[in-house]
């Protein structure tokens, strides 16, 4: 188990680079395992299976709603497709095509959304997914996966090829703070407690749970003893985590890089009135970004740890 | 009459008499159901005979039989004509065909996966059909299986961009394996194609897509019956049929009204109807 105050912030590959290395893996050990793009290979990373498996990656060209379907019709057939594009082109112009052919039959088909939230960066809010966790969680079957560095997004992977059923992950394009030891298991809907405490809790996902690290830190220090929840499973979401949380700490902050409305927060604030209301305070984005370096972004829009700092005094004030 | 097996019938008129079947329980079938889309059910008859009795490899006894041949009615709203092949060859039960649309019946509104296994793909939300269809076809040719996808589309459906961007795919990957076939009625919900949103000039849109393009009156059964082997012997292309229809074909105040794109026969307009069928 770490303690807050150990952790440094190290960038590993970008979530979207575990994603591409491990679809070359998933490859090589199951010739089910094909794959759709959408003219993006070379940004999705499926440029590596595209090179080794030539046969096996369909080139849908800047047509995502049809990619979905040949995705669901080749998942009928018996294989293994993932389809994958940024999140805000798949999520949103698949959507439909997700709803009808994918969740509602149970289709067996794997989407790989790329490029989420505001750290993109320069390519500004058309290129932005702030909206897909919501998107994703709307769809019935589905499993939600939002891992944190290279080393969950391995695992993510991995576990999204040998699950029968609809699996979205969500993925970043900016190198990823190292957070997981390479020989770290994960379960699915299971959150990882990253540091125990019983002040308060800090439930992150994605890009935000390396903030939430830095954060403890700093509170620690302030003699504030913060819990850090890693929730790479969405949904199903881990209730029993968040109420042991509820319980044992009071108070919780939940950080995402997402619109506060209608992502993690919500789905976390809806399990705590079920099981055990608590005060929240949620760190997200209220609505769309601008162009500008993936850091000054995360910076102007108030998604780092003194942030969330900010944030666990407003909520322990609540208590 | 009752084909249990893959025994495929190839005389023409034994065929038009397992049509004229069919339709009588598309007519029995919504008339019980009170809702329901009996003229472009009605229109698609030969087709789905054609396919299901004659030119398709499937085995009743098996729907999960890898090397079938695949269907897919993209336009799902024609759920019956489909729900009484399916029923005829011995895939589901015909008793329970007047269930149709009821609270529990596996003869849901559109065509649902979850009730009838044998259905290839869930369908009812226009323009998505032929994308799927090319997922199969494209599994086929990874597995070096031979079978055949053929999917109907309606004519109103193909207003749907996602059929184009389809088309775009299906001619550059060279995916022959596949047919598509216009049911083209003419009738769209609102009133004719050519008032809503016109189609033509319709059979050069797809050849300038990459298709190879069949032309044909969509109830004549032996020219349903070459254009099918025509399309299984052209290669490095798919092939499209344009099937010219009536809509609510059969039933003579049916026919070209677009009232019954979506409004079930009363108890006596089937009572005339199944007369006229008779």
Redesign the interface.
């Known amino acids: 188990m770490l303690t807050a105050a150990k952790f440094e912030k190290k960038l590993g590959a970008a979530t979207r680079e575990a994603f591409g290395r491990t679809l070359v893996e998933l490859g090589r050990e199951n010739p089910n395992i094909v794959v759709g793009d959408a003219d993006l290979t070379k940004s999705t990373m499926t440029t590596y299976f595209a090179k080794e498996f030539p046969d096996r990656l369909f080139e849908c060209g800047i047509a995502e709603a049809n990619m979905v379907g040949i995705g669901a019709g080749l998942a009928l057939a018996g294989k293994i497709p993932f389809v994958s594009s940024f999140s805000a082109f798949v999520m949103t112009k698949g959507f439909e095509q997700l709803r009808v052919l994918v969740a509602y039959p149970n289709a067996n088909v794997k989407v790989v959304g790329t490029h989420s939230g505001i750290s993109i960066g320069e390519d500004g809010p058309s290129q932005m997914s702030i909206e897909e966790i919501a998107l994703a969680c709307a769809l019935p079957n589905f499993v939600v996966l939002s891992p944190a560095d290279e080393v969950a997004t391995r695992w993510a992977v991995r576990w999204a090829a040998a699950h029968t059923g609809p699996v979205f992950i969500r993925t970043g394009r900016p190198k990823a703070p190292i957070i997981y030891n390479s020989d770290a298991s994960f379960e699915i809907g299971k959150a990882v407690q990253l540091v125990p405490g019983s002040d308060v809790t800090i439930v992150a996902t994605g890009l935000l749970v390396a903030e939430a690290l830095l954060a403890a830190g700093q509170l620690e220090s302030e003699g504030v003893s913060a819990r850090v929840l890693d929730i790479h499973t969405i949904k199903p979401l881990d209730e029993d985590a968040l109420e042991r949380a509820a319980r044992e700490t009071g108070a919780l902050v939940v950080a995402e890089e997402h619109l506060v409305d209608s992502g993690l927060g919500v789905r976390v604030a809806q399990a705590l009135a079920k099981r055990c209301p608590a005060p929240i305070e949620f760190i997200g984005l209220e609505g769309y970004a601008e162009s500008g370096s993936p850091d000054e972004l995360l910076d102007k829009y108030g998604l780092r740890a003194p942030n969330i700092v900010e944030a666990v005094r407003r909520v322990l004030a609540r208590k | 009459m009752l084909v249990a097996s893959m025994e495929r019938i190839h005389d023409p008129a034994a065929l038009a008499s397992i049509c004229k079947q069919i339709r009588r329980h598309i007519i029995t079938m919504t008339g019980a159901a009170r809702s329901g889309h009996p003229g472009g059910s009605l229109s698609a008859v030969e087709i789905v005979v054609t396919l299901y009795w004659d030119v398709m490899r499937h085995d009743p006894a098996r729907p999960d039989w890898?090397e079938r041949d695949?269907f897919i009615l993209s336009k799902g709203h024609a759920a019956p004509v489909l729900y009484a092949a399916l029923a005829e060859c011995g895939y589901t039960p015909k008793d329970a065909l007047n269930t149709l649309r009821k609270l529990g019946s596996i003869y849901q509104g559109h065509p649902?996966?979850?009730f009838i296994p044998a259905l290839?793909?869930?369908?009812?939300?226009l323009?998505?059909g032929?994308?799927?269809?090319?997922?199969?076809?494209?599994?086929?040719r990874?597995?070096k299986r031979d079978f055949r996808t053929y999917v109907l589309l309606g004519d109103g459906e193909i207003q749907e961009?996602?059929i184009w961007?389809?088309a775009?795919?299906a001619s550059?990957?060279k995916v022959d394996n596949i047919c598509a076939i216009v049911d083209y009625n003419k009738i769209q919900l609102d009133g004719f194609v050519a008032d809503i949103m016109d189609l033509e000039p319709l059979a050069p849109k797809w050849e300038s897509f990459g298709w190879h393009v069949i032309d044909l009156d969509g109830h004549d059964i032996p020219a349903l019956q070459k254009a099918f082997a025509e399309a299984a012997a052209t290669k490095g292309k798919p092939t499209v049929i344009i099937a010219h229809t009536v809509k609510g074909k059969g039933v003579s105040f049916m026919e070209n009204n677009p009232k019954y794109h979506g409004v079930a026969p009363t108890a006596e307009e089937v009572e005339l109807a199944l007369k006229e069928l008779a």
Do not use: C, I, N, W
């Open positions: 890898p695949r649902d996966k979850r290839e793909a869930s369908t009812g939300s323009g998505e032929l994308s799927v269809g090319l997922g199969m076809a494209l599994a086929a990874l597995d961009g996602q961007e389809a775009m795919f550059y990957h």
